[in-house]
């Protein structure tokens, strides 16, 4: 085995080039090879804490797995990280490893952290490249769960309940399985294939998935359990879309980001052609600065906007969005306008022809300036009006982009389930809600969060399920 590597710097993650990938759906990092793997795997020092493990929420086996690299054996570390997370090609793309697994890595005192979420892909990619043995279906043990939503809270619970044996069905409302994997990050940051791969394993386990099943309408949870499943767990995410309340919402152009990104990313509305428009070109202002206004205004940029503006109330320093995706941001063209709020969207209106088909379409919004005060209850400065600083804005596309909320279907269709005032479905620290066999997990629970923290979820609840079960 090599020597550690003491390098400061991780290796660089190969990417496409701003103004080519500006124009394109293709993925826009471009994955390790071998040689350059093996290298950073060799800045690992395998400390004998193990601090990235205490920081994954999966607690996967990174030492271990980093060891197999410098080996060469990729498989033997595709099967370490396998026995923590049923989804290792998505989080090594989606994963916030520089807050997490990254941020206690020991390399990250005196230079950058060994680049782990970068090791993980290139060695799911590996596996999904070169291996072609389907795992081992476990022995039924004869009991039954079900699984509504396959998000990754929801595929995270189906997947370690497989693998112990138990039936499982997933339920997903819409016409292809992934949840938010599919219909909300773009293919440029998560293709599509990757997802269907991840998929593809879970059912080689055993796993069965039903879609266009909206459980509350097409089933309800009582009726779940009337069908012989004995444990159920929720992991419908957070789908309904949050809007401001300001002026001019209604109008045709303006989007959430959840709309937006579903009819780009799953119903295809990139096509030429497509089944399911959506506003095309001009310019487009995306409100927020999260990750998923990341991806909006990317997604808006390859549709083929003019111009797109980031829209958001505070500085680069509060944005929430990963460091990564705002500097592909900005390489790509994309102008922030920060300390800024809008307060009414603007439409074109004809009174002389209401039947003109474009009344009622955006124009423009009217934007204040802001600046930050004190600290709020969570620590971020919190944002206040300047006085006469209104300015307007012309754009074509608004894509609102400043959070969600728990889907309230299977809470107002299921009896007994307590919620929270933001619509979040109660649980333990088992993710066991209030109903008997009933357990939730991810984005219903807590509101809009990370993959991993969904996938988090899901194990605790798939660890408790087989407790309850097998009593």
């Not at 500085?315 to 809008?342: D, K, Q, T, W």
């Not at 074509?396 to 728990?406: A, K």
């Amino acid at each position: 085995m090599a020597k550690a590597n003491m390098t400061p710097t991780r290796n660089p993650m190969p990417v496409q080039d701003p103004e080519v990938r500006a124009h394109n759906f293709d993925e826009v990092a471009l994955g390790y090879d071998e040689a350059t793997a093996i290298d950073e795997a060799n800045r690992c020092l395998n400390c004998k804490t193990r601090p990235c493990v205490k920081g994954c929420p999966v607690n996967i086996r990174i030492p271990d797995f980093i060891d197999k690299i410098k080996e060469g054996d990729f498989e033997g570390a595709y099967q370490i990280i396998t026995e923590s997370s049923s989804l290792p090609a998505v989080c090594g793309r989606v994963c916030p490893q520089e807050t997490q697994c990254e941020a206690q890595c020991v390399r990250g005192i005196k230079g950058e952290s060994v680049g782990i979420g970068r090791l993980e892909r290139f060695v799911a990619d590996w596996h999904n490249t070169f291996s072609l043995e389907a795992p081992t279906r476990p022995a039924s043990n004869g009991h039954r769960v079900a699984v509504v939503g396959s998000g990754p809270s929801g595929l995270t619970c189906a997947g370690d309940l497989a693998k112990v044996g138990y039936e499982v069905t997933v339920y997903e409302a819409l016409h292809t399985a992934g949840g938010v994997l599919v219909y909300g990050i773009p293919e440029f940051r998560l293709p599509k294939a990757i997802v269907a791969k991840e998929i593809e394993t879970l059912q080689a386990l055993g796993v069965r998935m039903e879609t266009n099943v909206v459980i509350g309408k097409t089933l309800t949870v009582d009726e779940l359990f009337d069908l012989g499943y004995e444990a159920v767990f929720i992991g419908s995410g957070a789908g309904l879309p949050n809007f401001m309340g300001i002026p001019g919402e209604g109008l045709c152009g303006v989007y959430s980001a959840n709309e937006f990104l579903t009819r780009s990313n799953l119903m295809k509305a990139y096509l030429q052609e497509p089944t399911t428009p959506v506003m095309k070109g001009g310019r487009v202002a995306v409100v927020g600065g999260g990750n998923v206004a990341m991806d909006a205004a990317r997604t808006a940029l390859r549709l083929g906007a003019d111009k797109v503006y980031i829209v958001y109330r505070r500085s680069m320093e509060e944005l929430p969005a990963r460091r990564e995706e705002v500097e592909h941001a900005v390489e790509e063209g994309i102008e922030f306008c920060l300390l800024c709020n809008p307060t009414e969207i603007l439409g074109y209106h004809n009174d002389a022809d209401p039947r003109d088909p474009k009344n009622g379409f955006v124009t423009g919004m009217r934007c204040v300036r802001m600046e930050l005060g004190e600290p709020d209850e969570r620590g971020r400065r919190r944002p206040a009006e300047i006085p006469d600083s209104a300015f307007e804005l012309a754009v074509d596309t608004v894509v609102m982009s400043i959070g969600t909320s728990p889907n309230p279907l299977i809470k107002s269709t299921t009896d007994g389930l307590a919620v929270n005032s933001r619509g979040g479905i109660v649980v333990d620290e088992d993710g066991l809600t209030s109903r008997c066999g009933v357990y939730a997990g991810g984005d219903a629970v807590t509101g809009a969060a990370t993959v991993i923290s969904a996938m988090g979820a899901g194990k605790t609840a798939a660890r408790a399920i087989d407790a309850y079960l097998r009593q």
